[in-house]
């Protein structure tokens, strides 16, 4: 499949600072990124994707952005709340054939939001 | 409200045991996956289904094989259970891109 790095593995931030996840992917033909959050016990859930036809998208406090050429996107959370603890995936579509809707998960991060 | 469930959240078996792992939709969902999910590792993908009876090797098929009877339900089998097969087991469906998961289950093999 896809080749995908995420980065960092643990984030520690304070209530109000913003947190940011990196991934980097090798297809040059990917073109659908999403992020999944996932609860401590919880199932994963998808909370934010975005397509290749755009740079950046927004859903009040957290925003993706892409770039193509250098083959990365990451996931911005600004005035992070406990609420925002989690593990985050990011994901990229299975390279080679047929998608059926396969995709690449990168390693997750760890994000722990302090009060 | 697009429901995926598997059958235990918990499961306890022995080394060489066969254990079965069901997941079941509610949406008329075409492509079904099964992934495991280690600390550090994310989810990689064990196999997965996009019609019934249809099936397709993951990353990590070696030691796992899957059944898909009817459109709804999409089965993993461990044929002999080994030590290195204790993790967590997440099922997955999509109708083409988001992805919708059970709750998982947690597996140990003594």
């Known amino acids: 499949g896809e080749n995908v790095e995420q980065h960092p593995s643990t984030l520690s931030v304070q209530e109000g600072d913003s947190a940011v996840i990196k991934c980097t992917y090798s297809?040059?033909?990917?073109?659908?990124f999403p992020w999944y959050k996932q609860e401590l016990g919880k199932r994963p859930q998808l909370i934010i994707d975005?397509?290749?036809?755009?740079g950046e998208k927004k859903d009040q406090r957290i925003a993706v952005t892409l770039n193509k050429t250098a083959k990365h996107f990451s996931l911005h959370i600004t005035e992070t709340q406990p609420e925002d603890s989690a593990v985050y995936f990011c994901?990229?579509?299975?390279?080679?054939?047929?998608?059926?809707?396969?995709?690449?998960f990168g390693q997750g991060t760890i994000l722990t939001v302090h009060p | 409200d697009v429901k995926v469930t598997q059958s235990s959240r918990y499961l306890v078996k022995r080394t060489g045991e066969k254990v079965f792992l069901e997941c079941v939709q509610d949406?008329?969902?075409?492509?079904m996956f099964w992934y495991r999910q280690d600390p550090g590792l994310g989810l990689r993908l064990i196999y997965f289904?996009?019609?019934?009876?249809?099936?397709e090797k993951g990353d990590i098929p070696e030691g796992y094989s899957v059944s898909r009877e009817k459109k709804e339900r999409f089965s993993l089998i461990l044929e002999s259970a080994s030590t290195n097969q204790t993790s967590m087991y997440l099922c997955?469906?999509?109708?083409?891109?988001?992805?919708?998961f059970g709750p998982g289950t947690r597996l140990t093999v003594l």
């Open positions: 997955a469906s999509t109708p083409g891109d988001e992805q919708f």
């Open positions: 297809d040059s033909a990917s073109n659908y």
């Open positions: 975005i397509r290749s036809n755009v």
């Open positions: 994901a990229a579509p299975w390279a080679g054939g047929t998608s059926y809707g396969k995709l690449t």
């Open positions: 949406m008329d969902h075409e492509n």
């Open positions: 289904s996009y019609d019934v009876k249809m099936k």
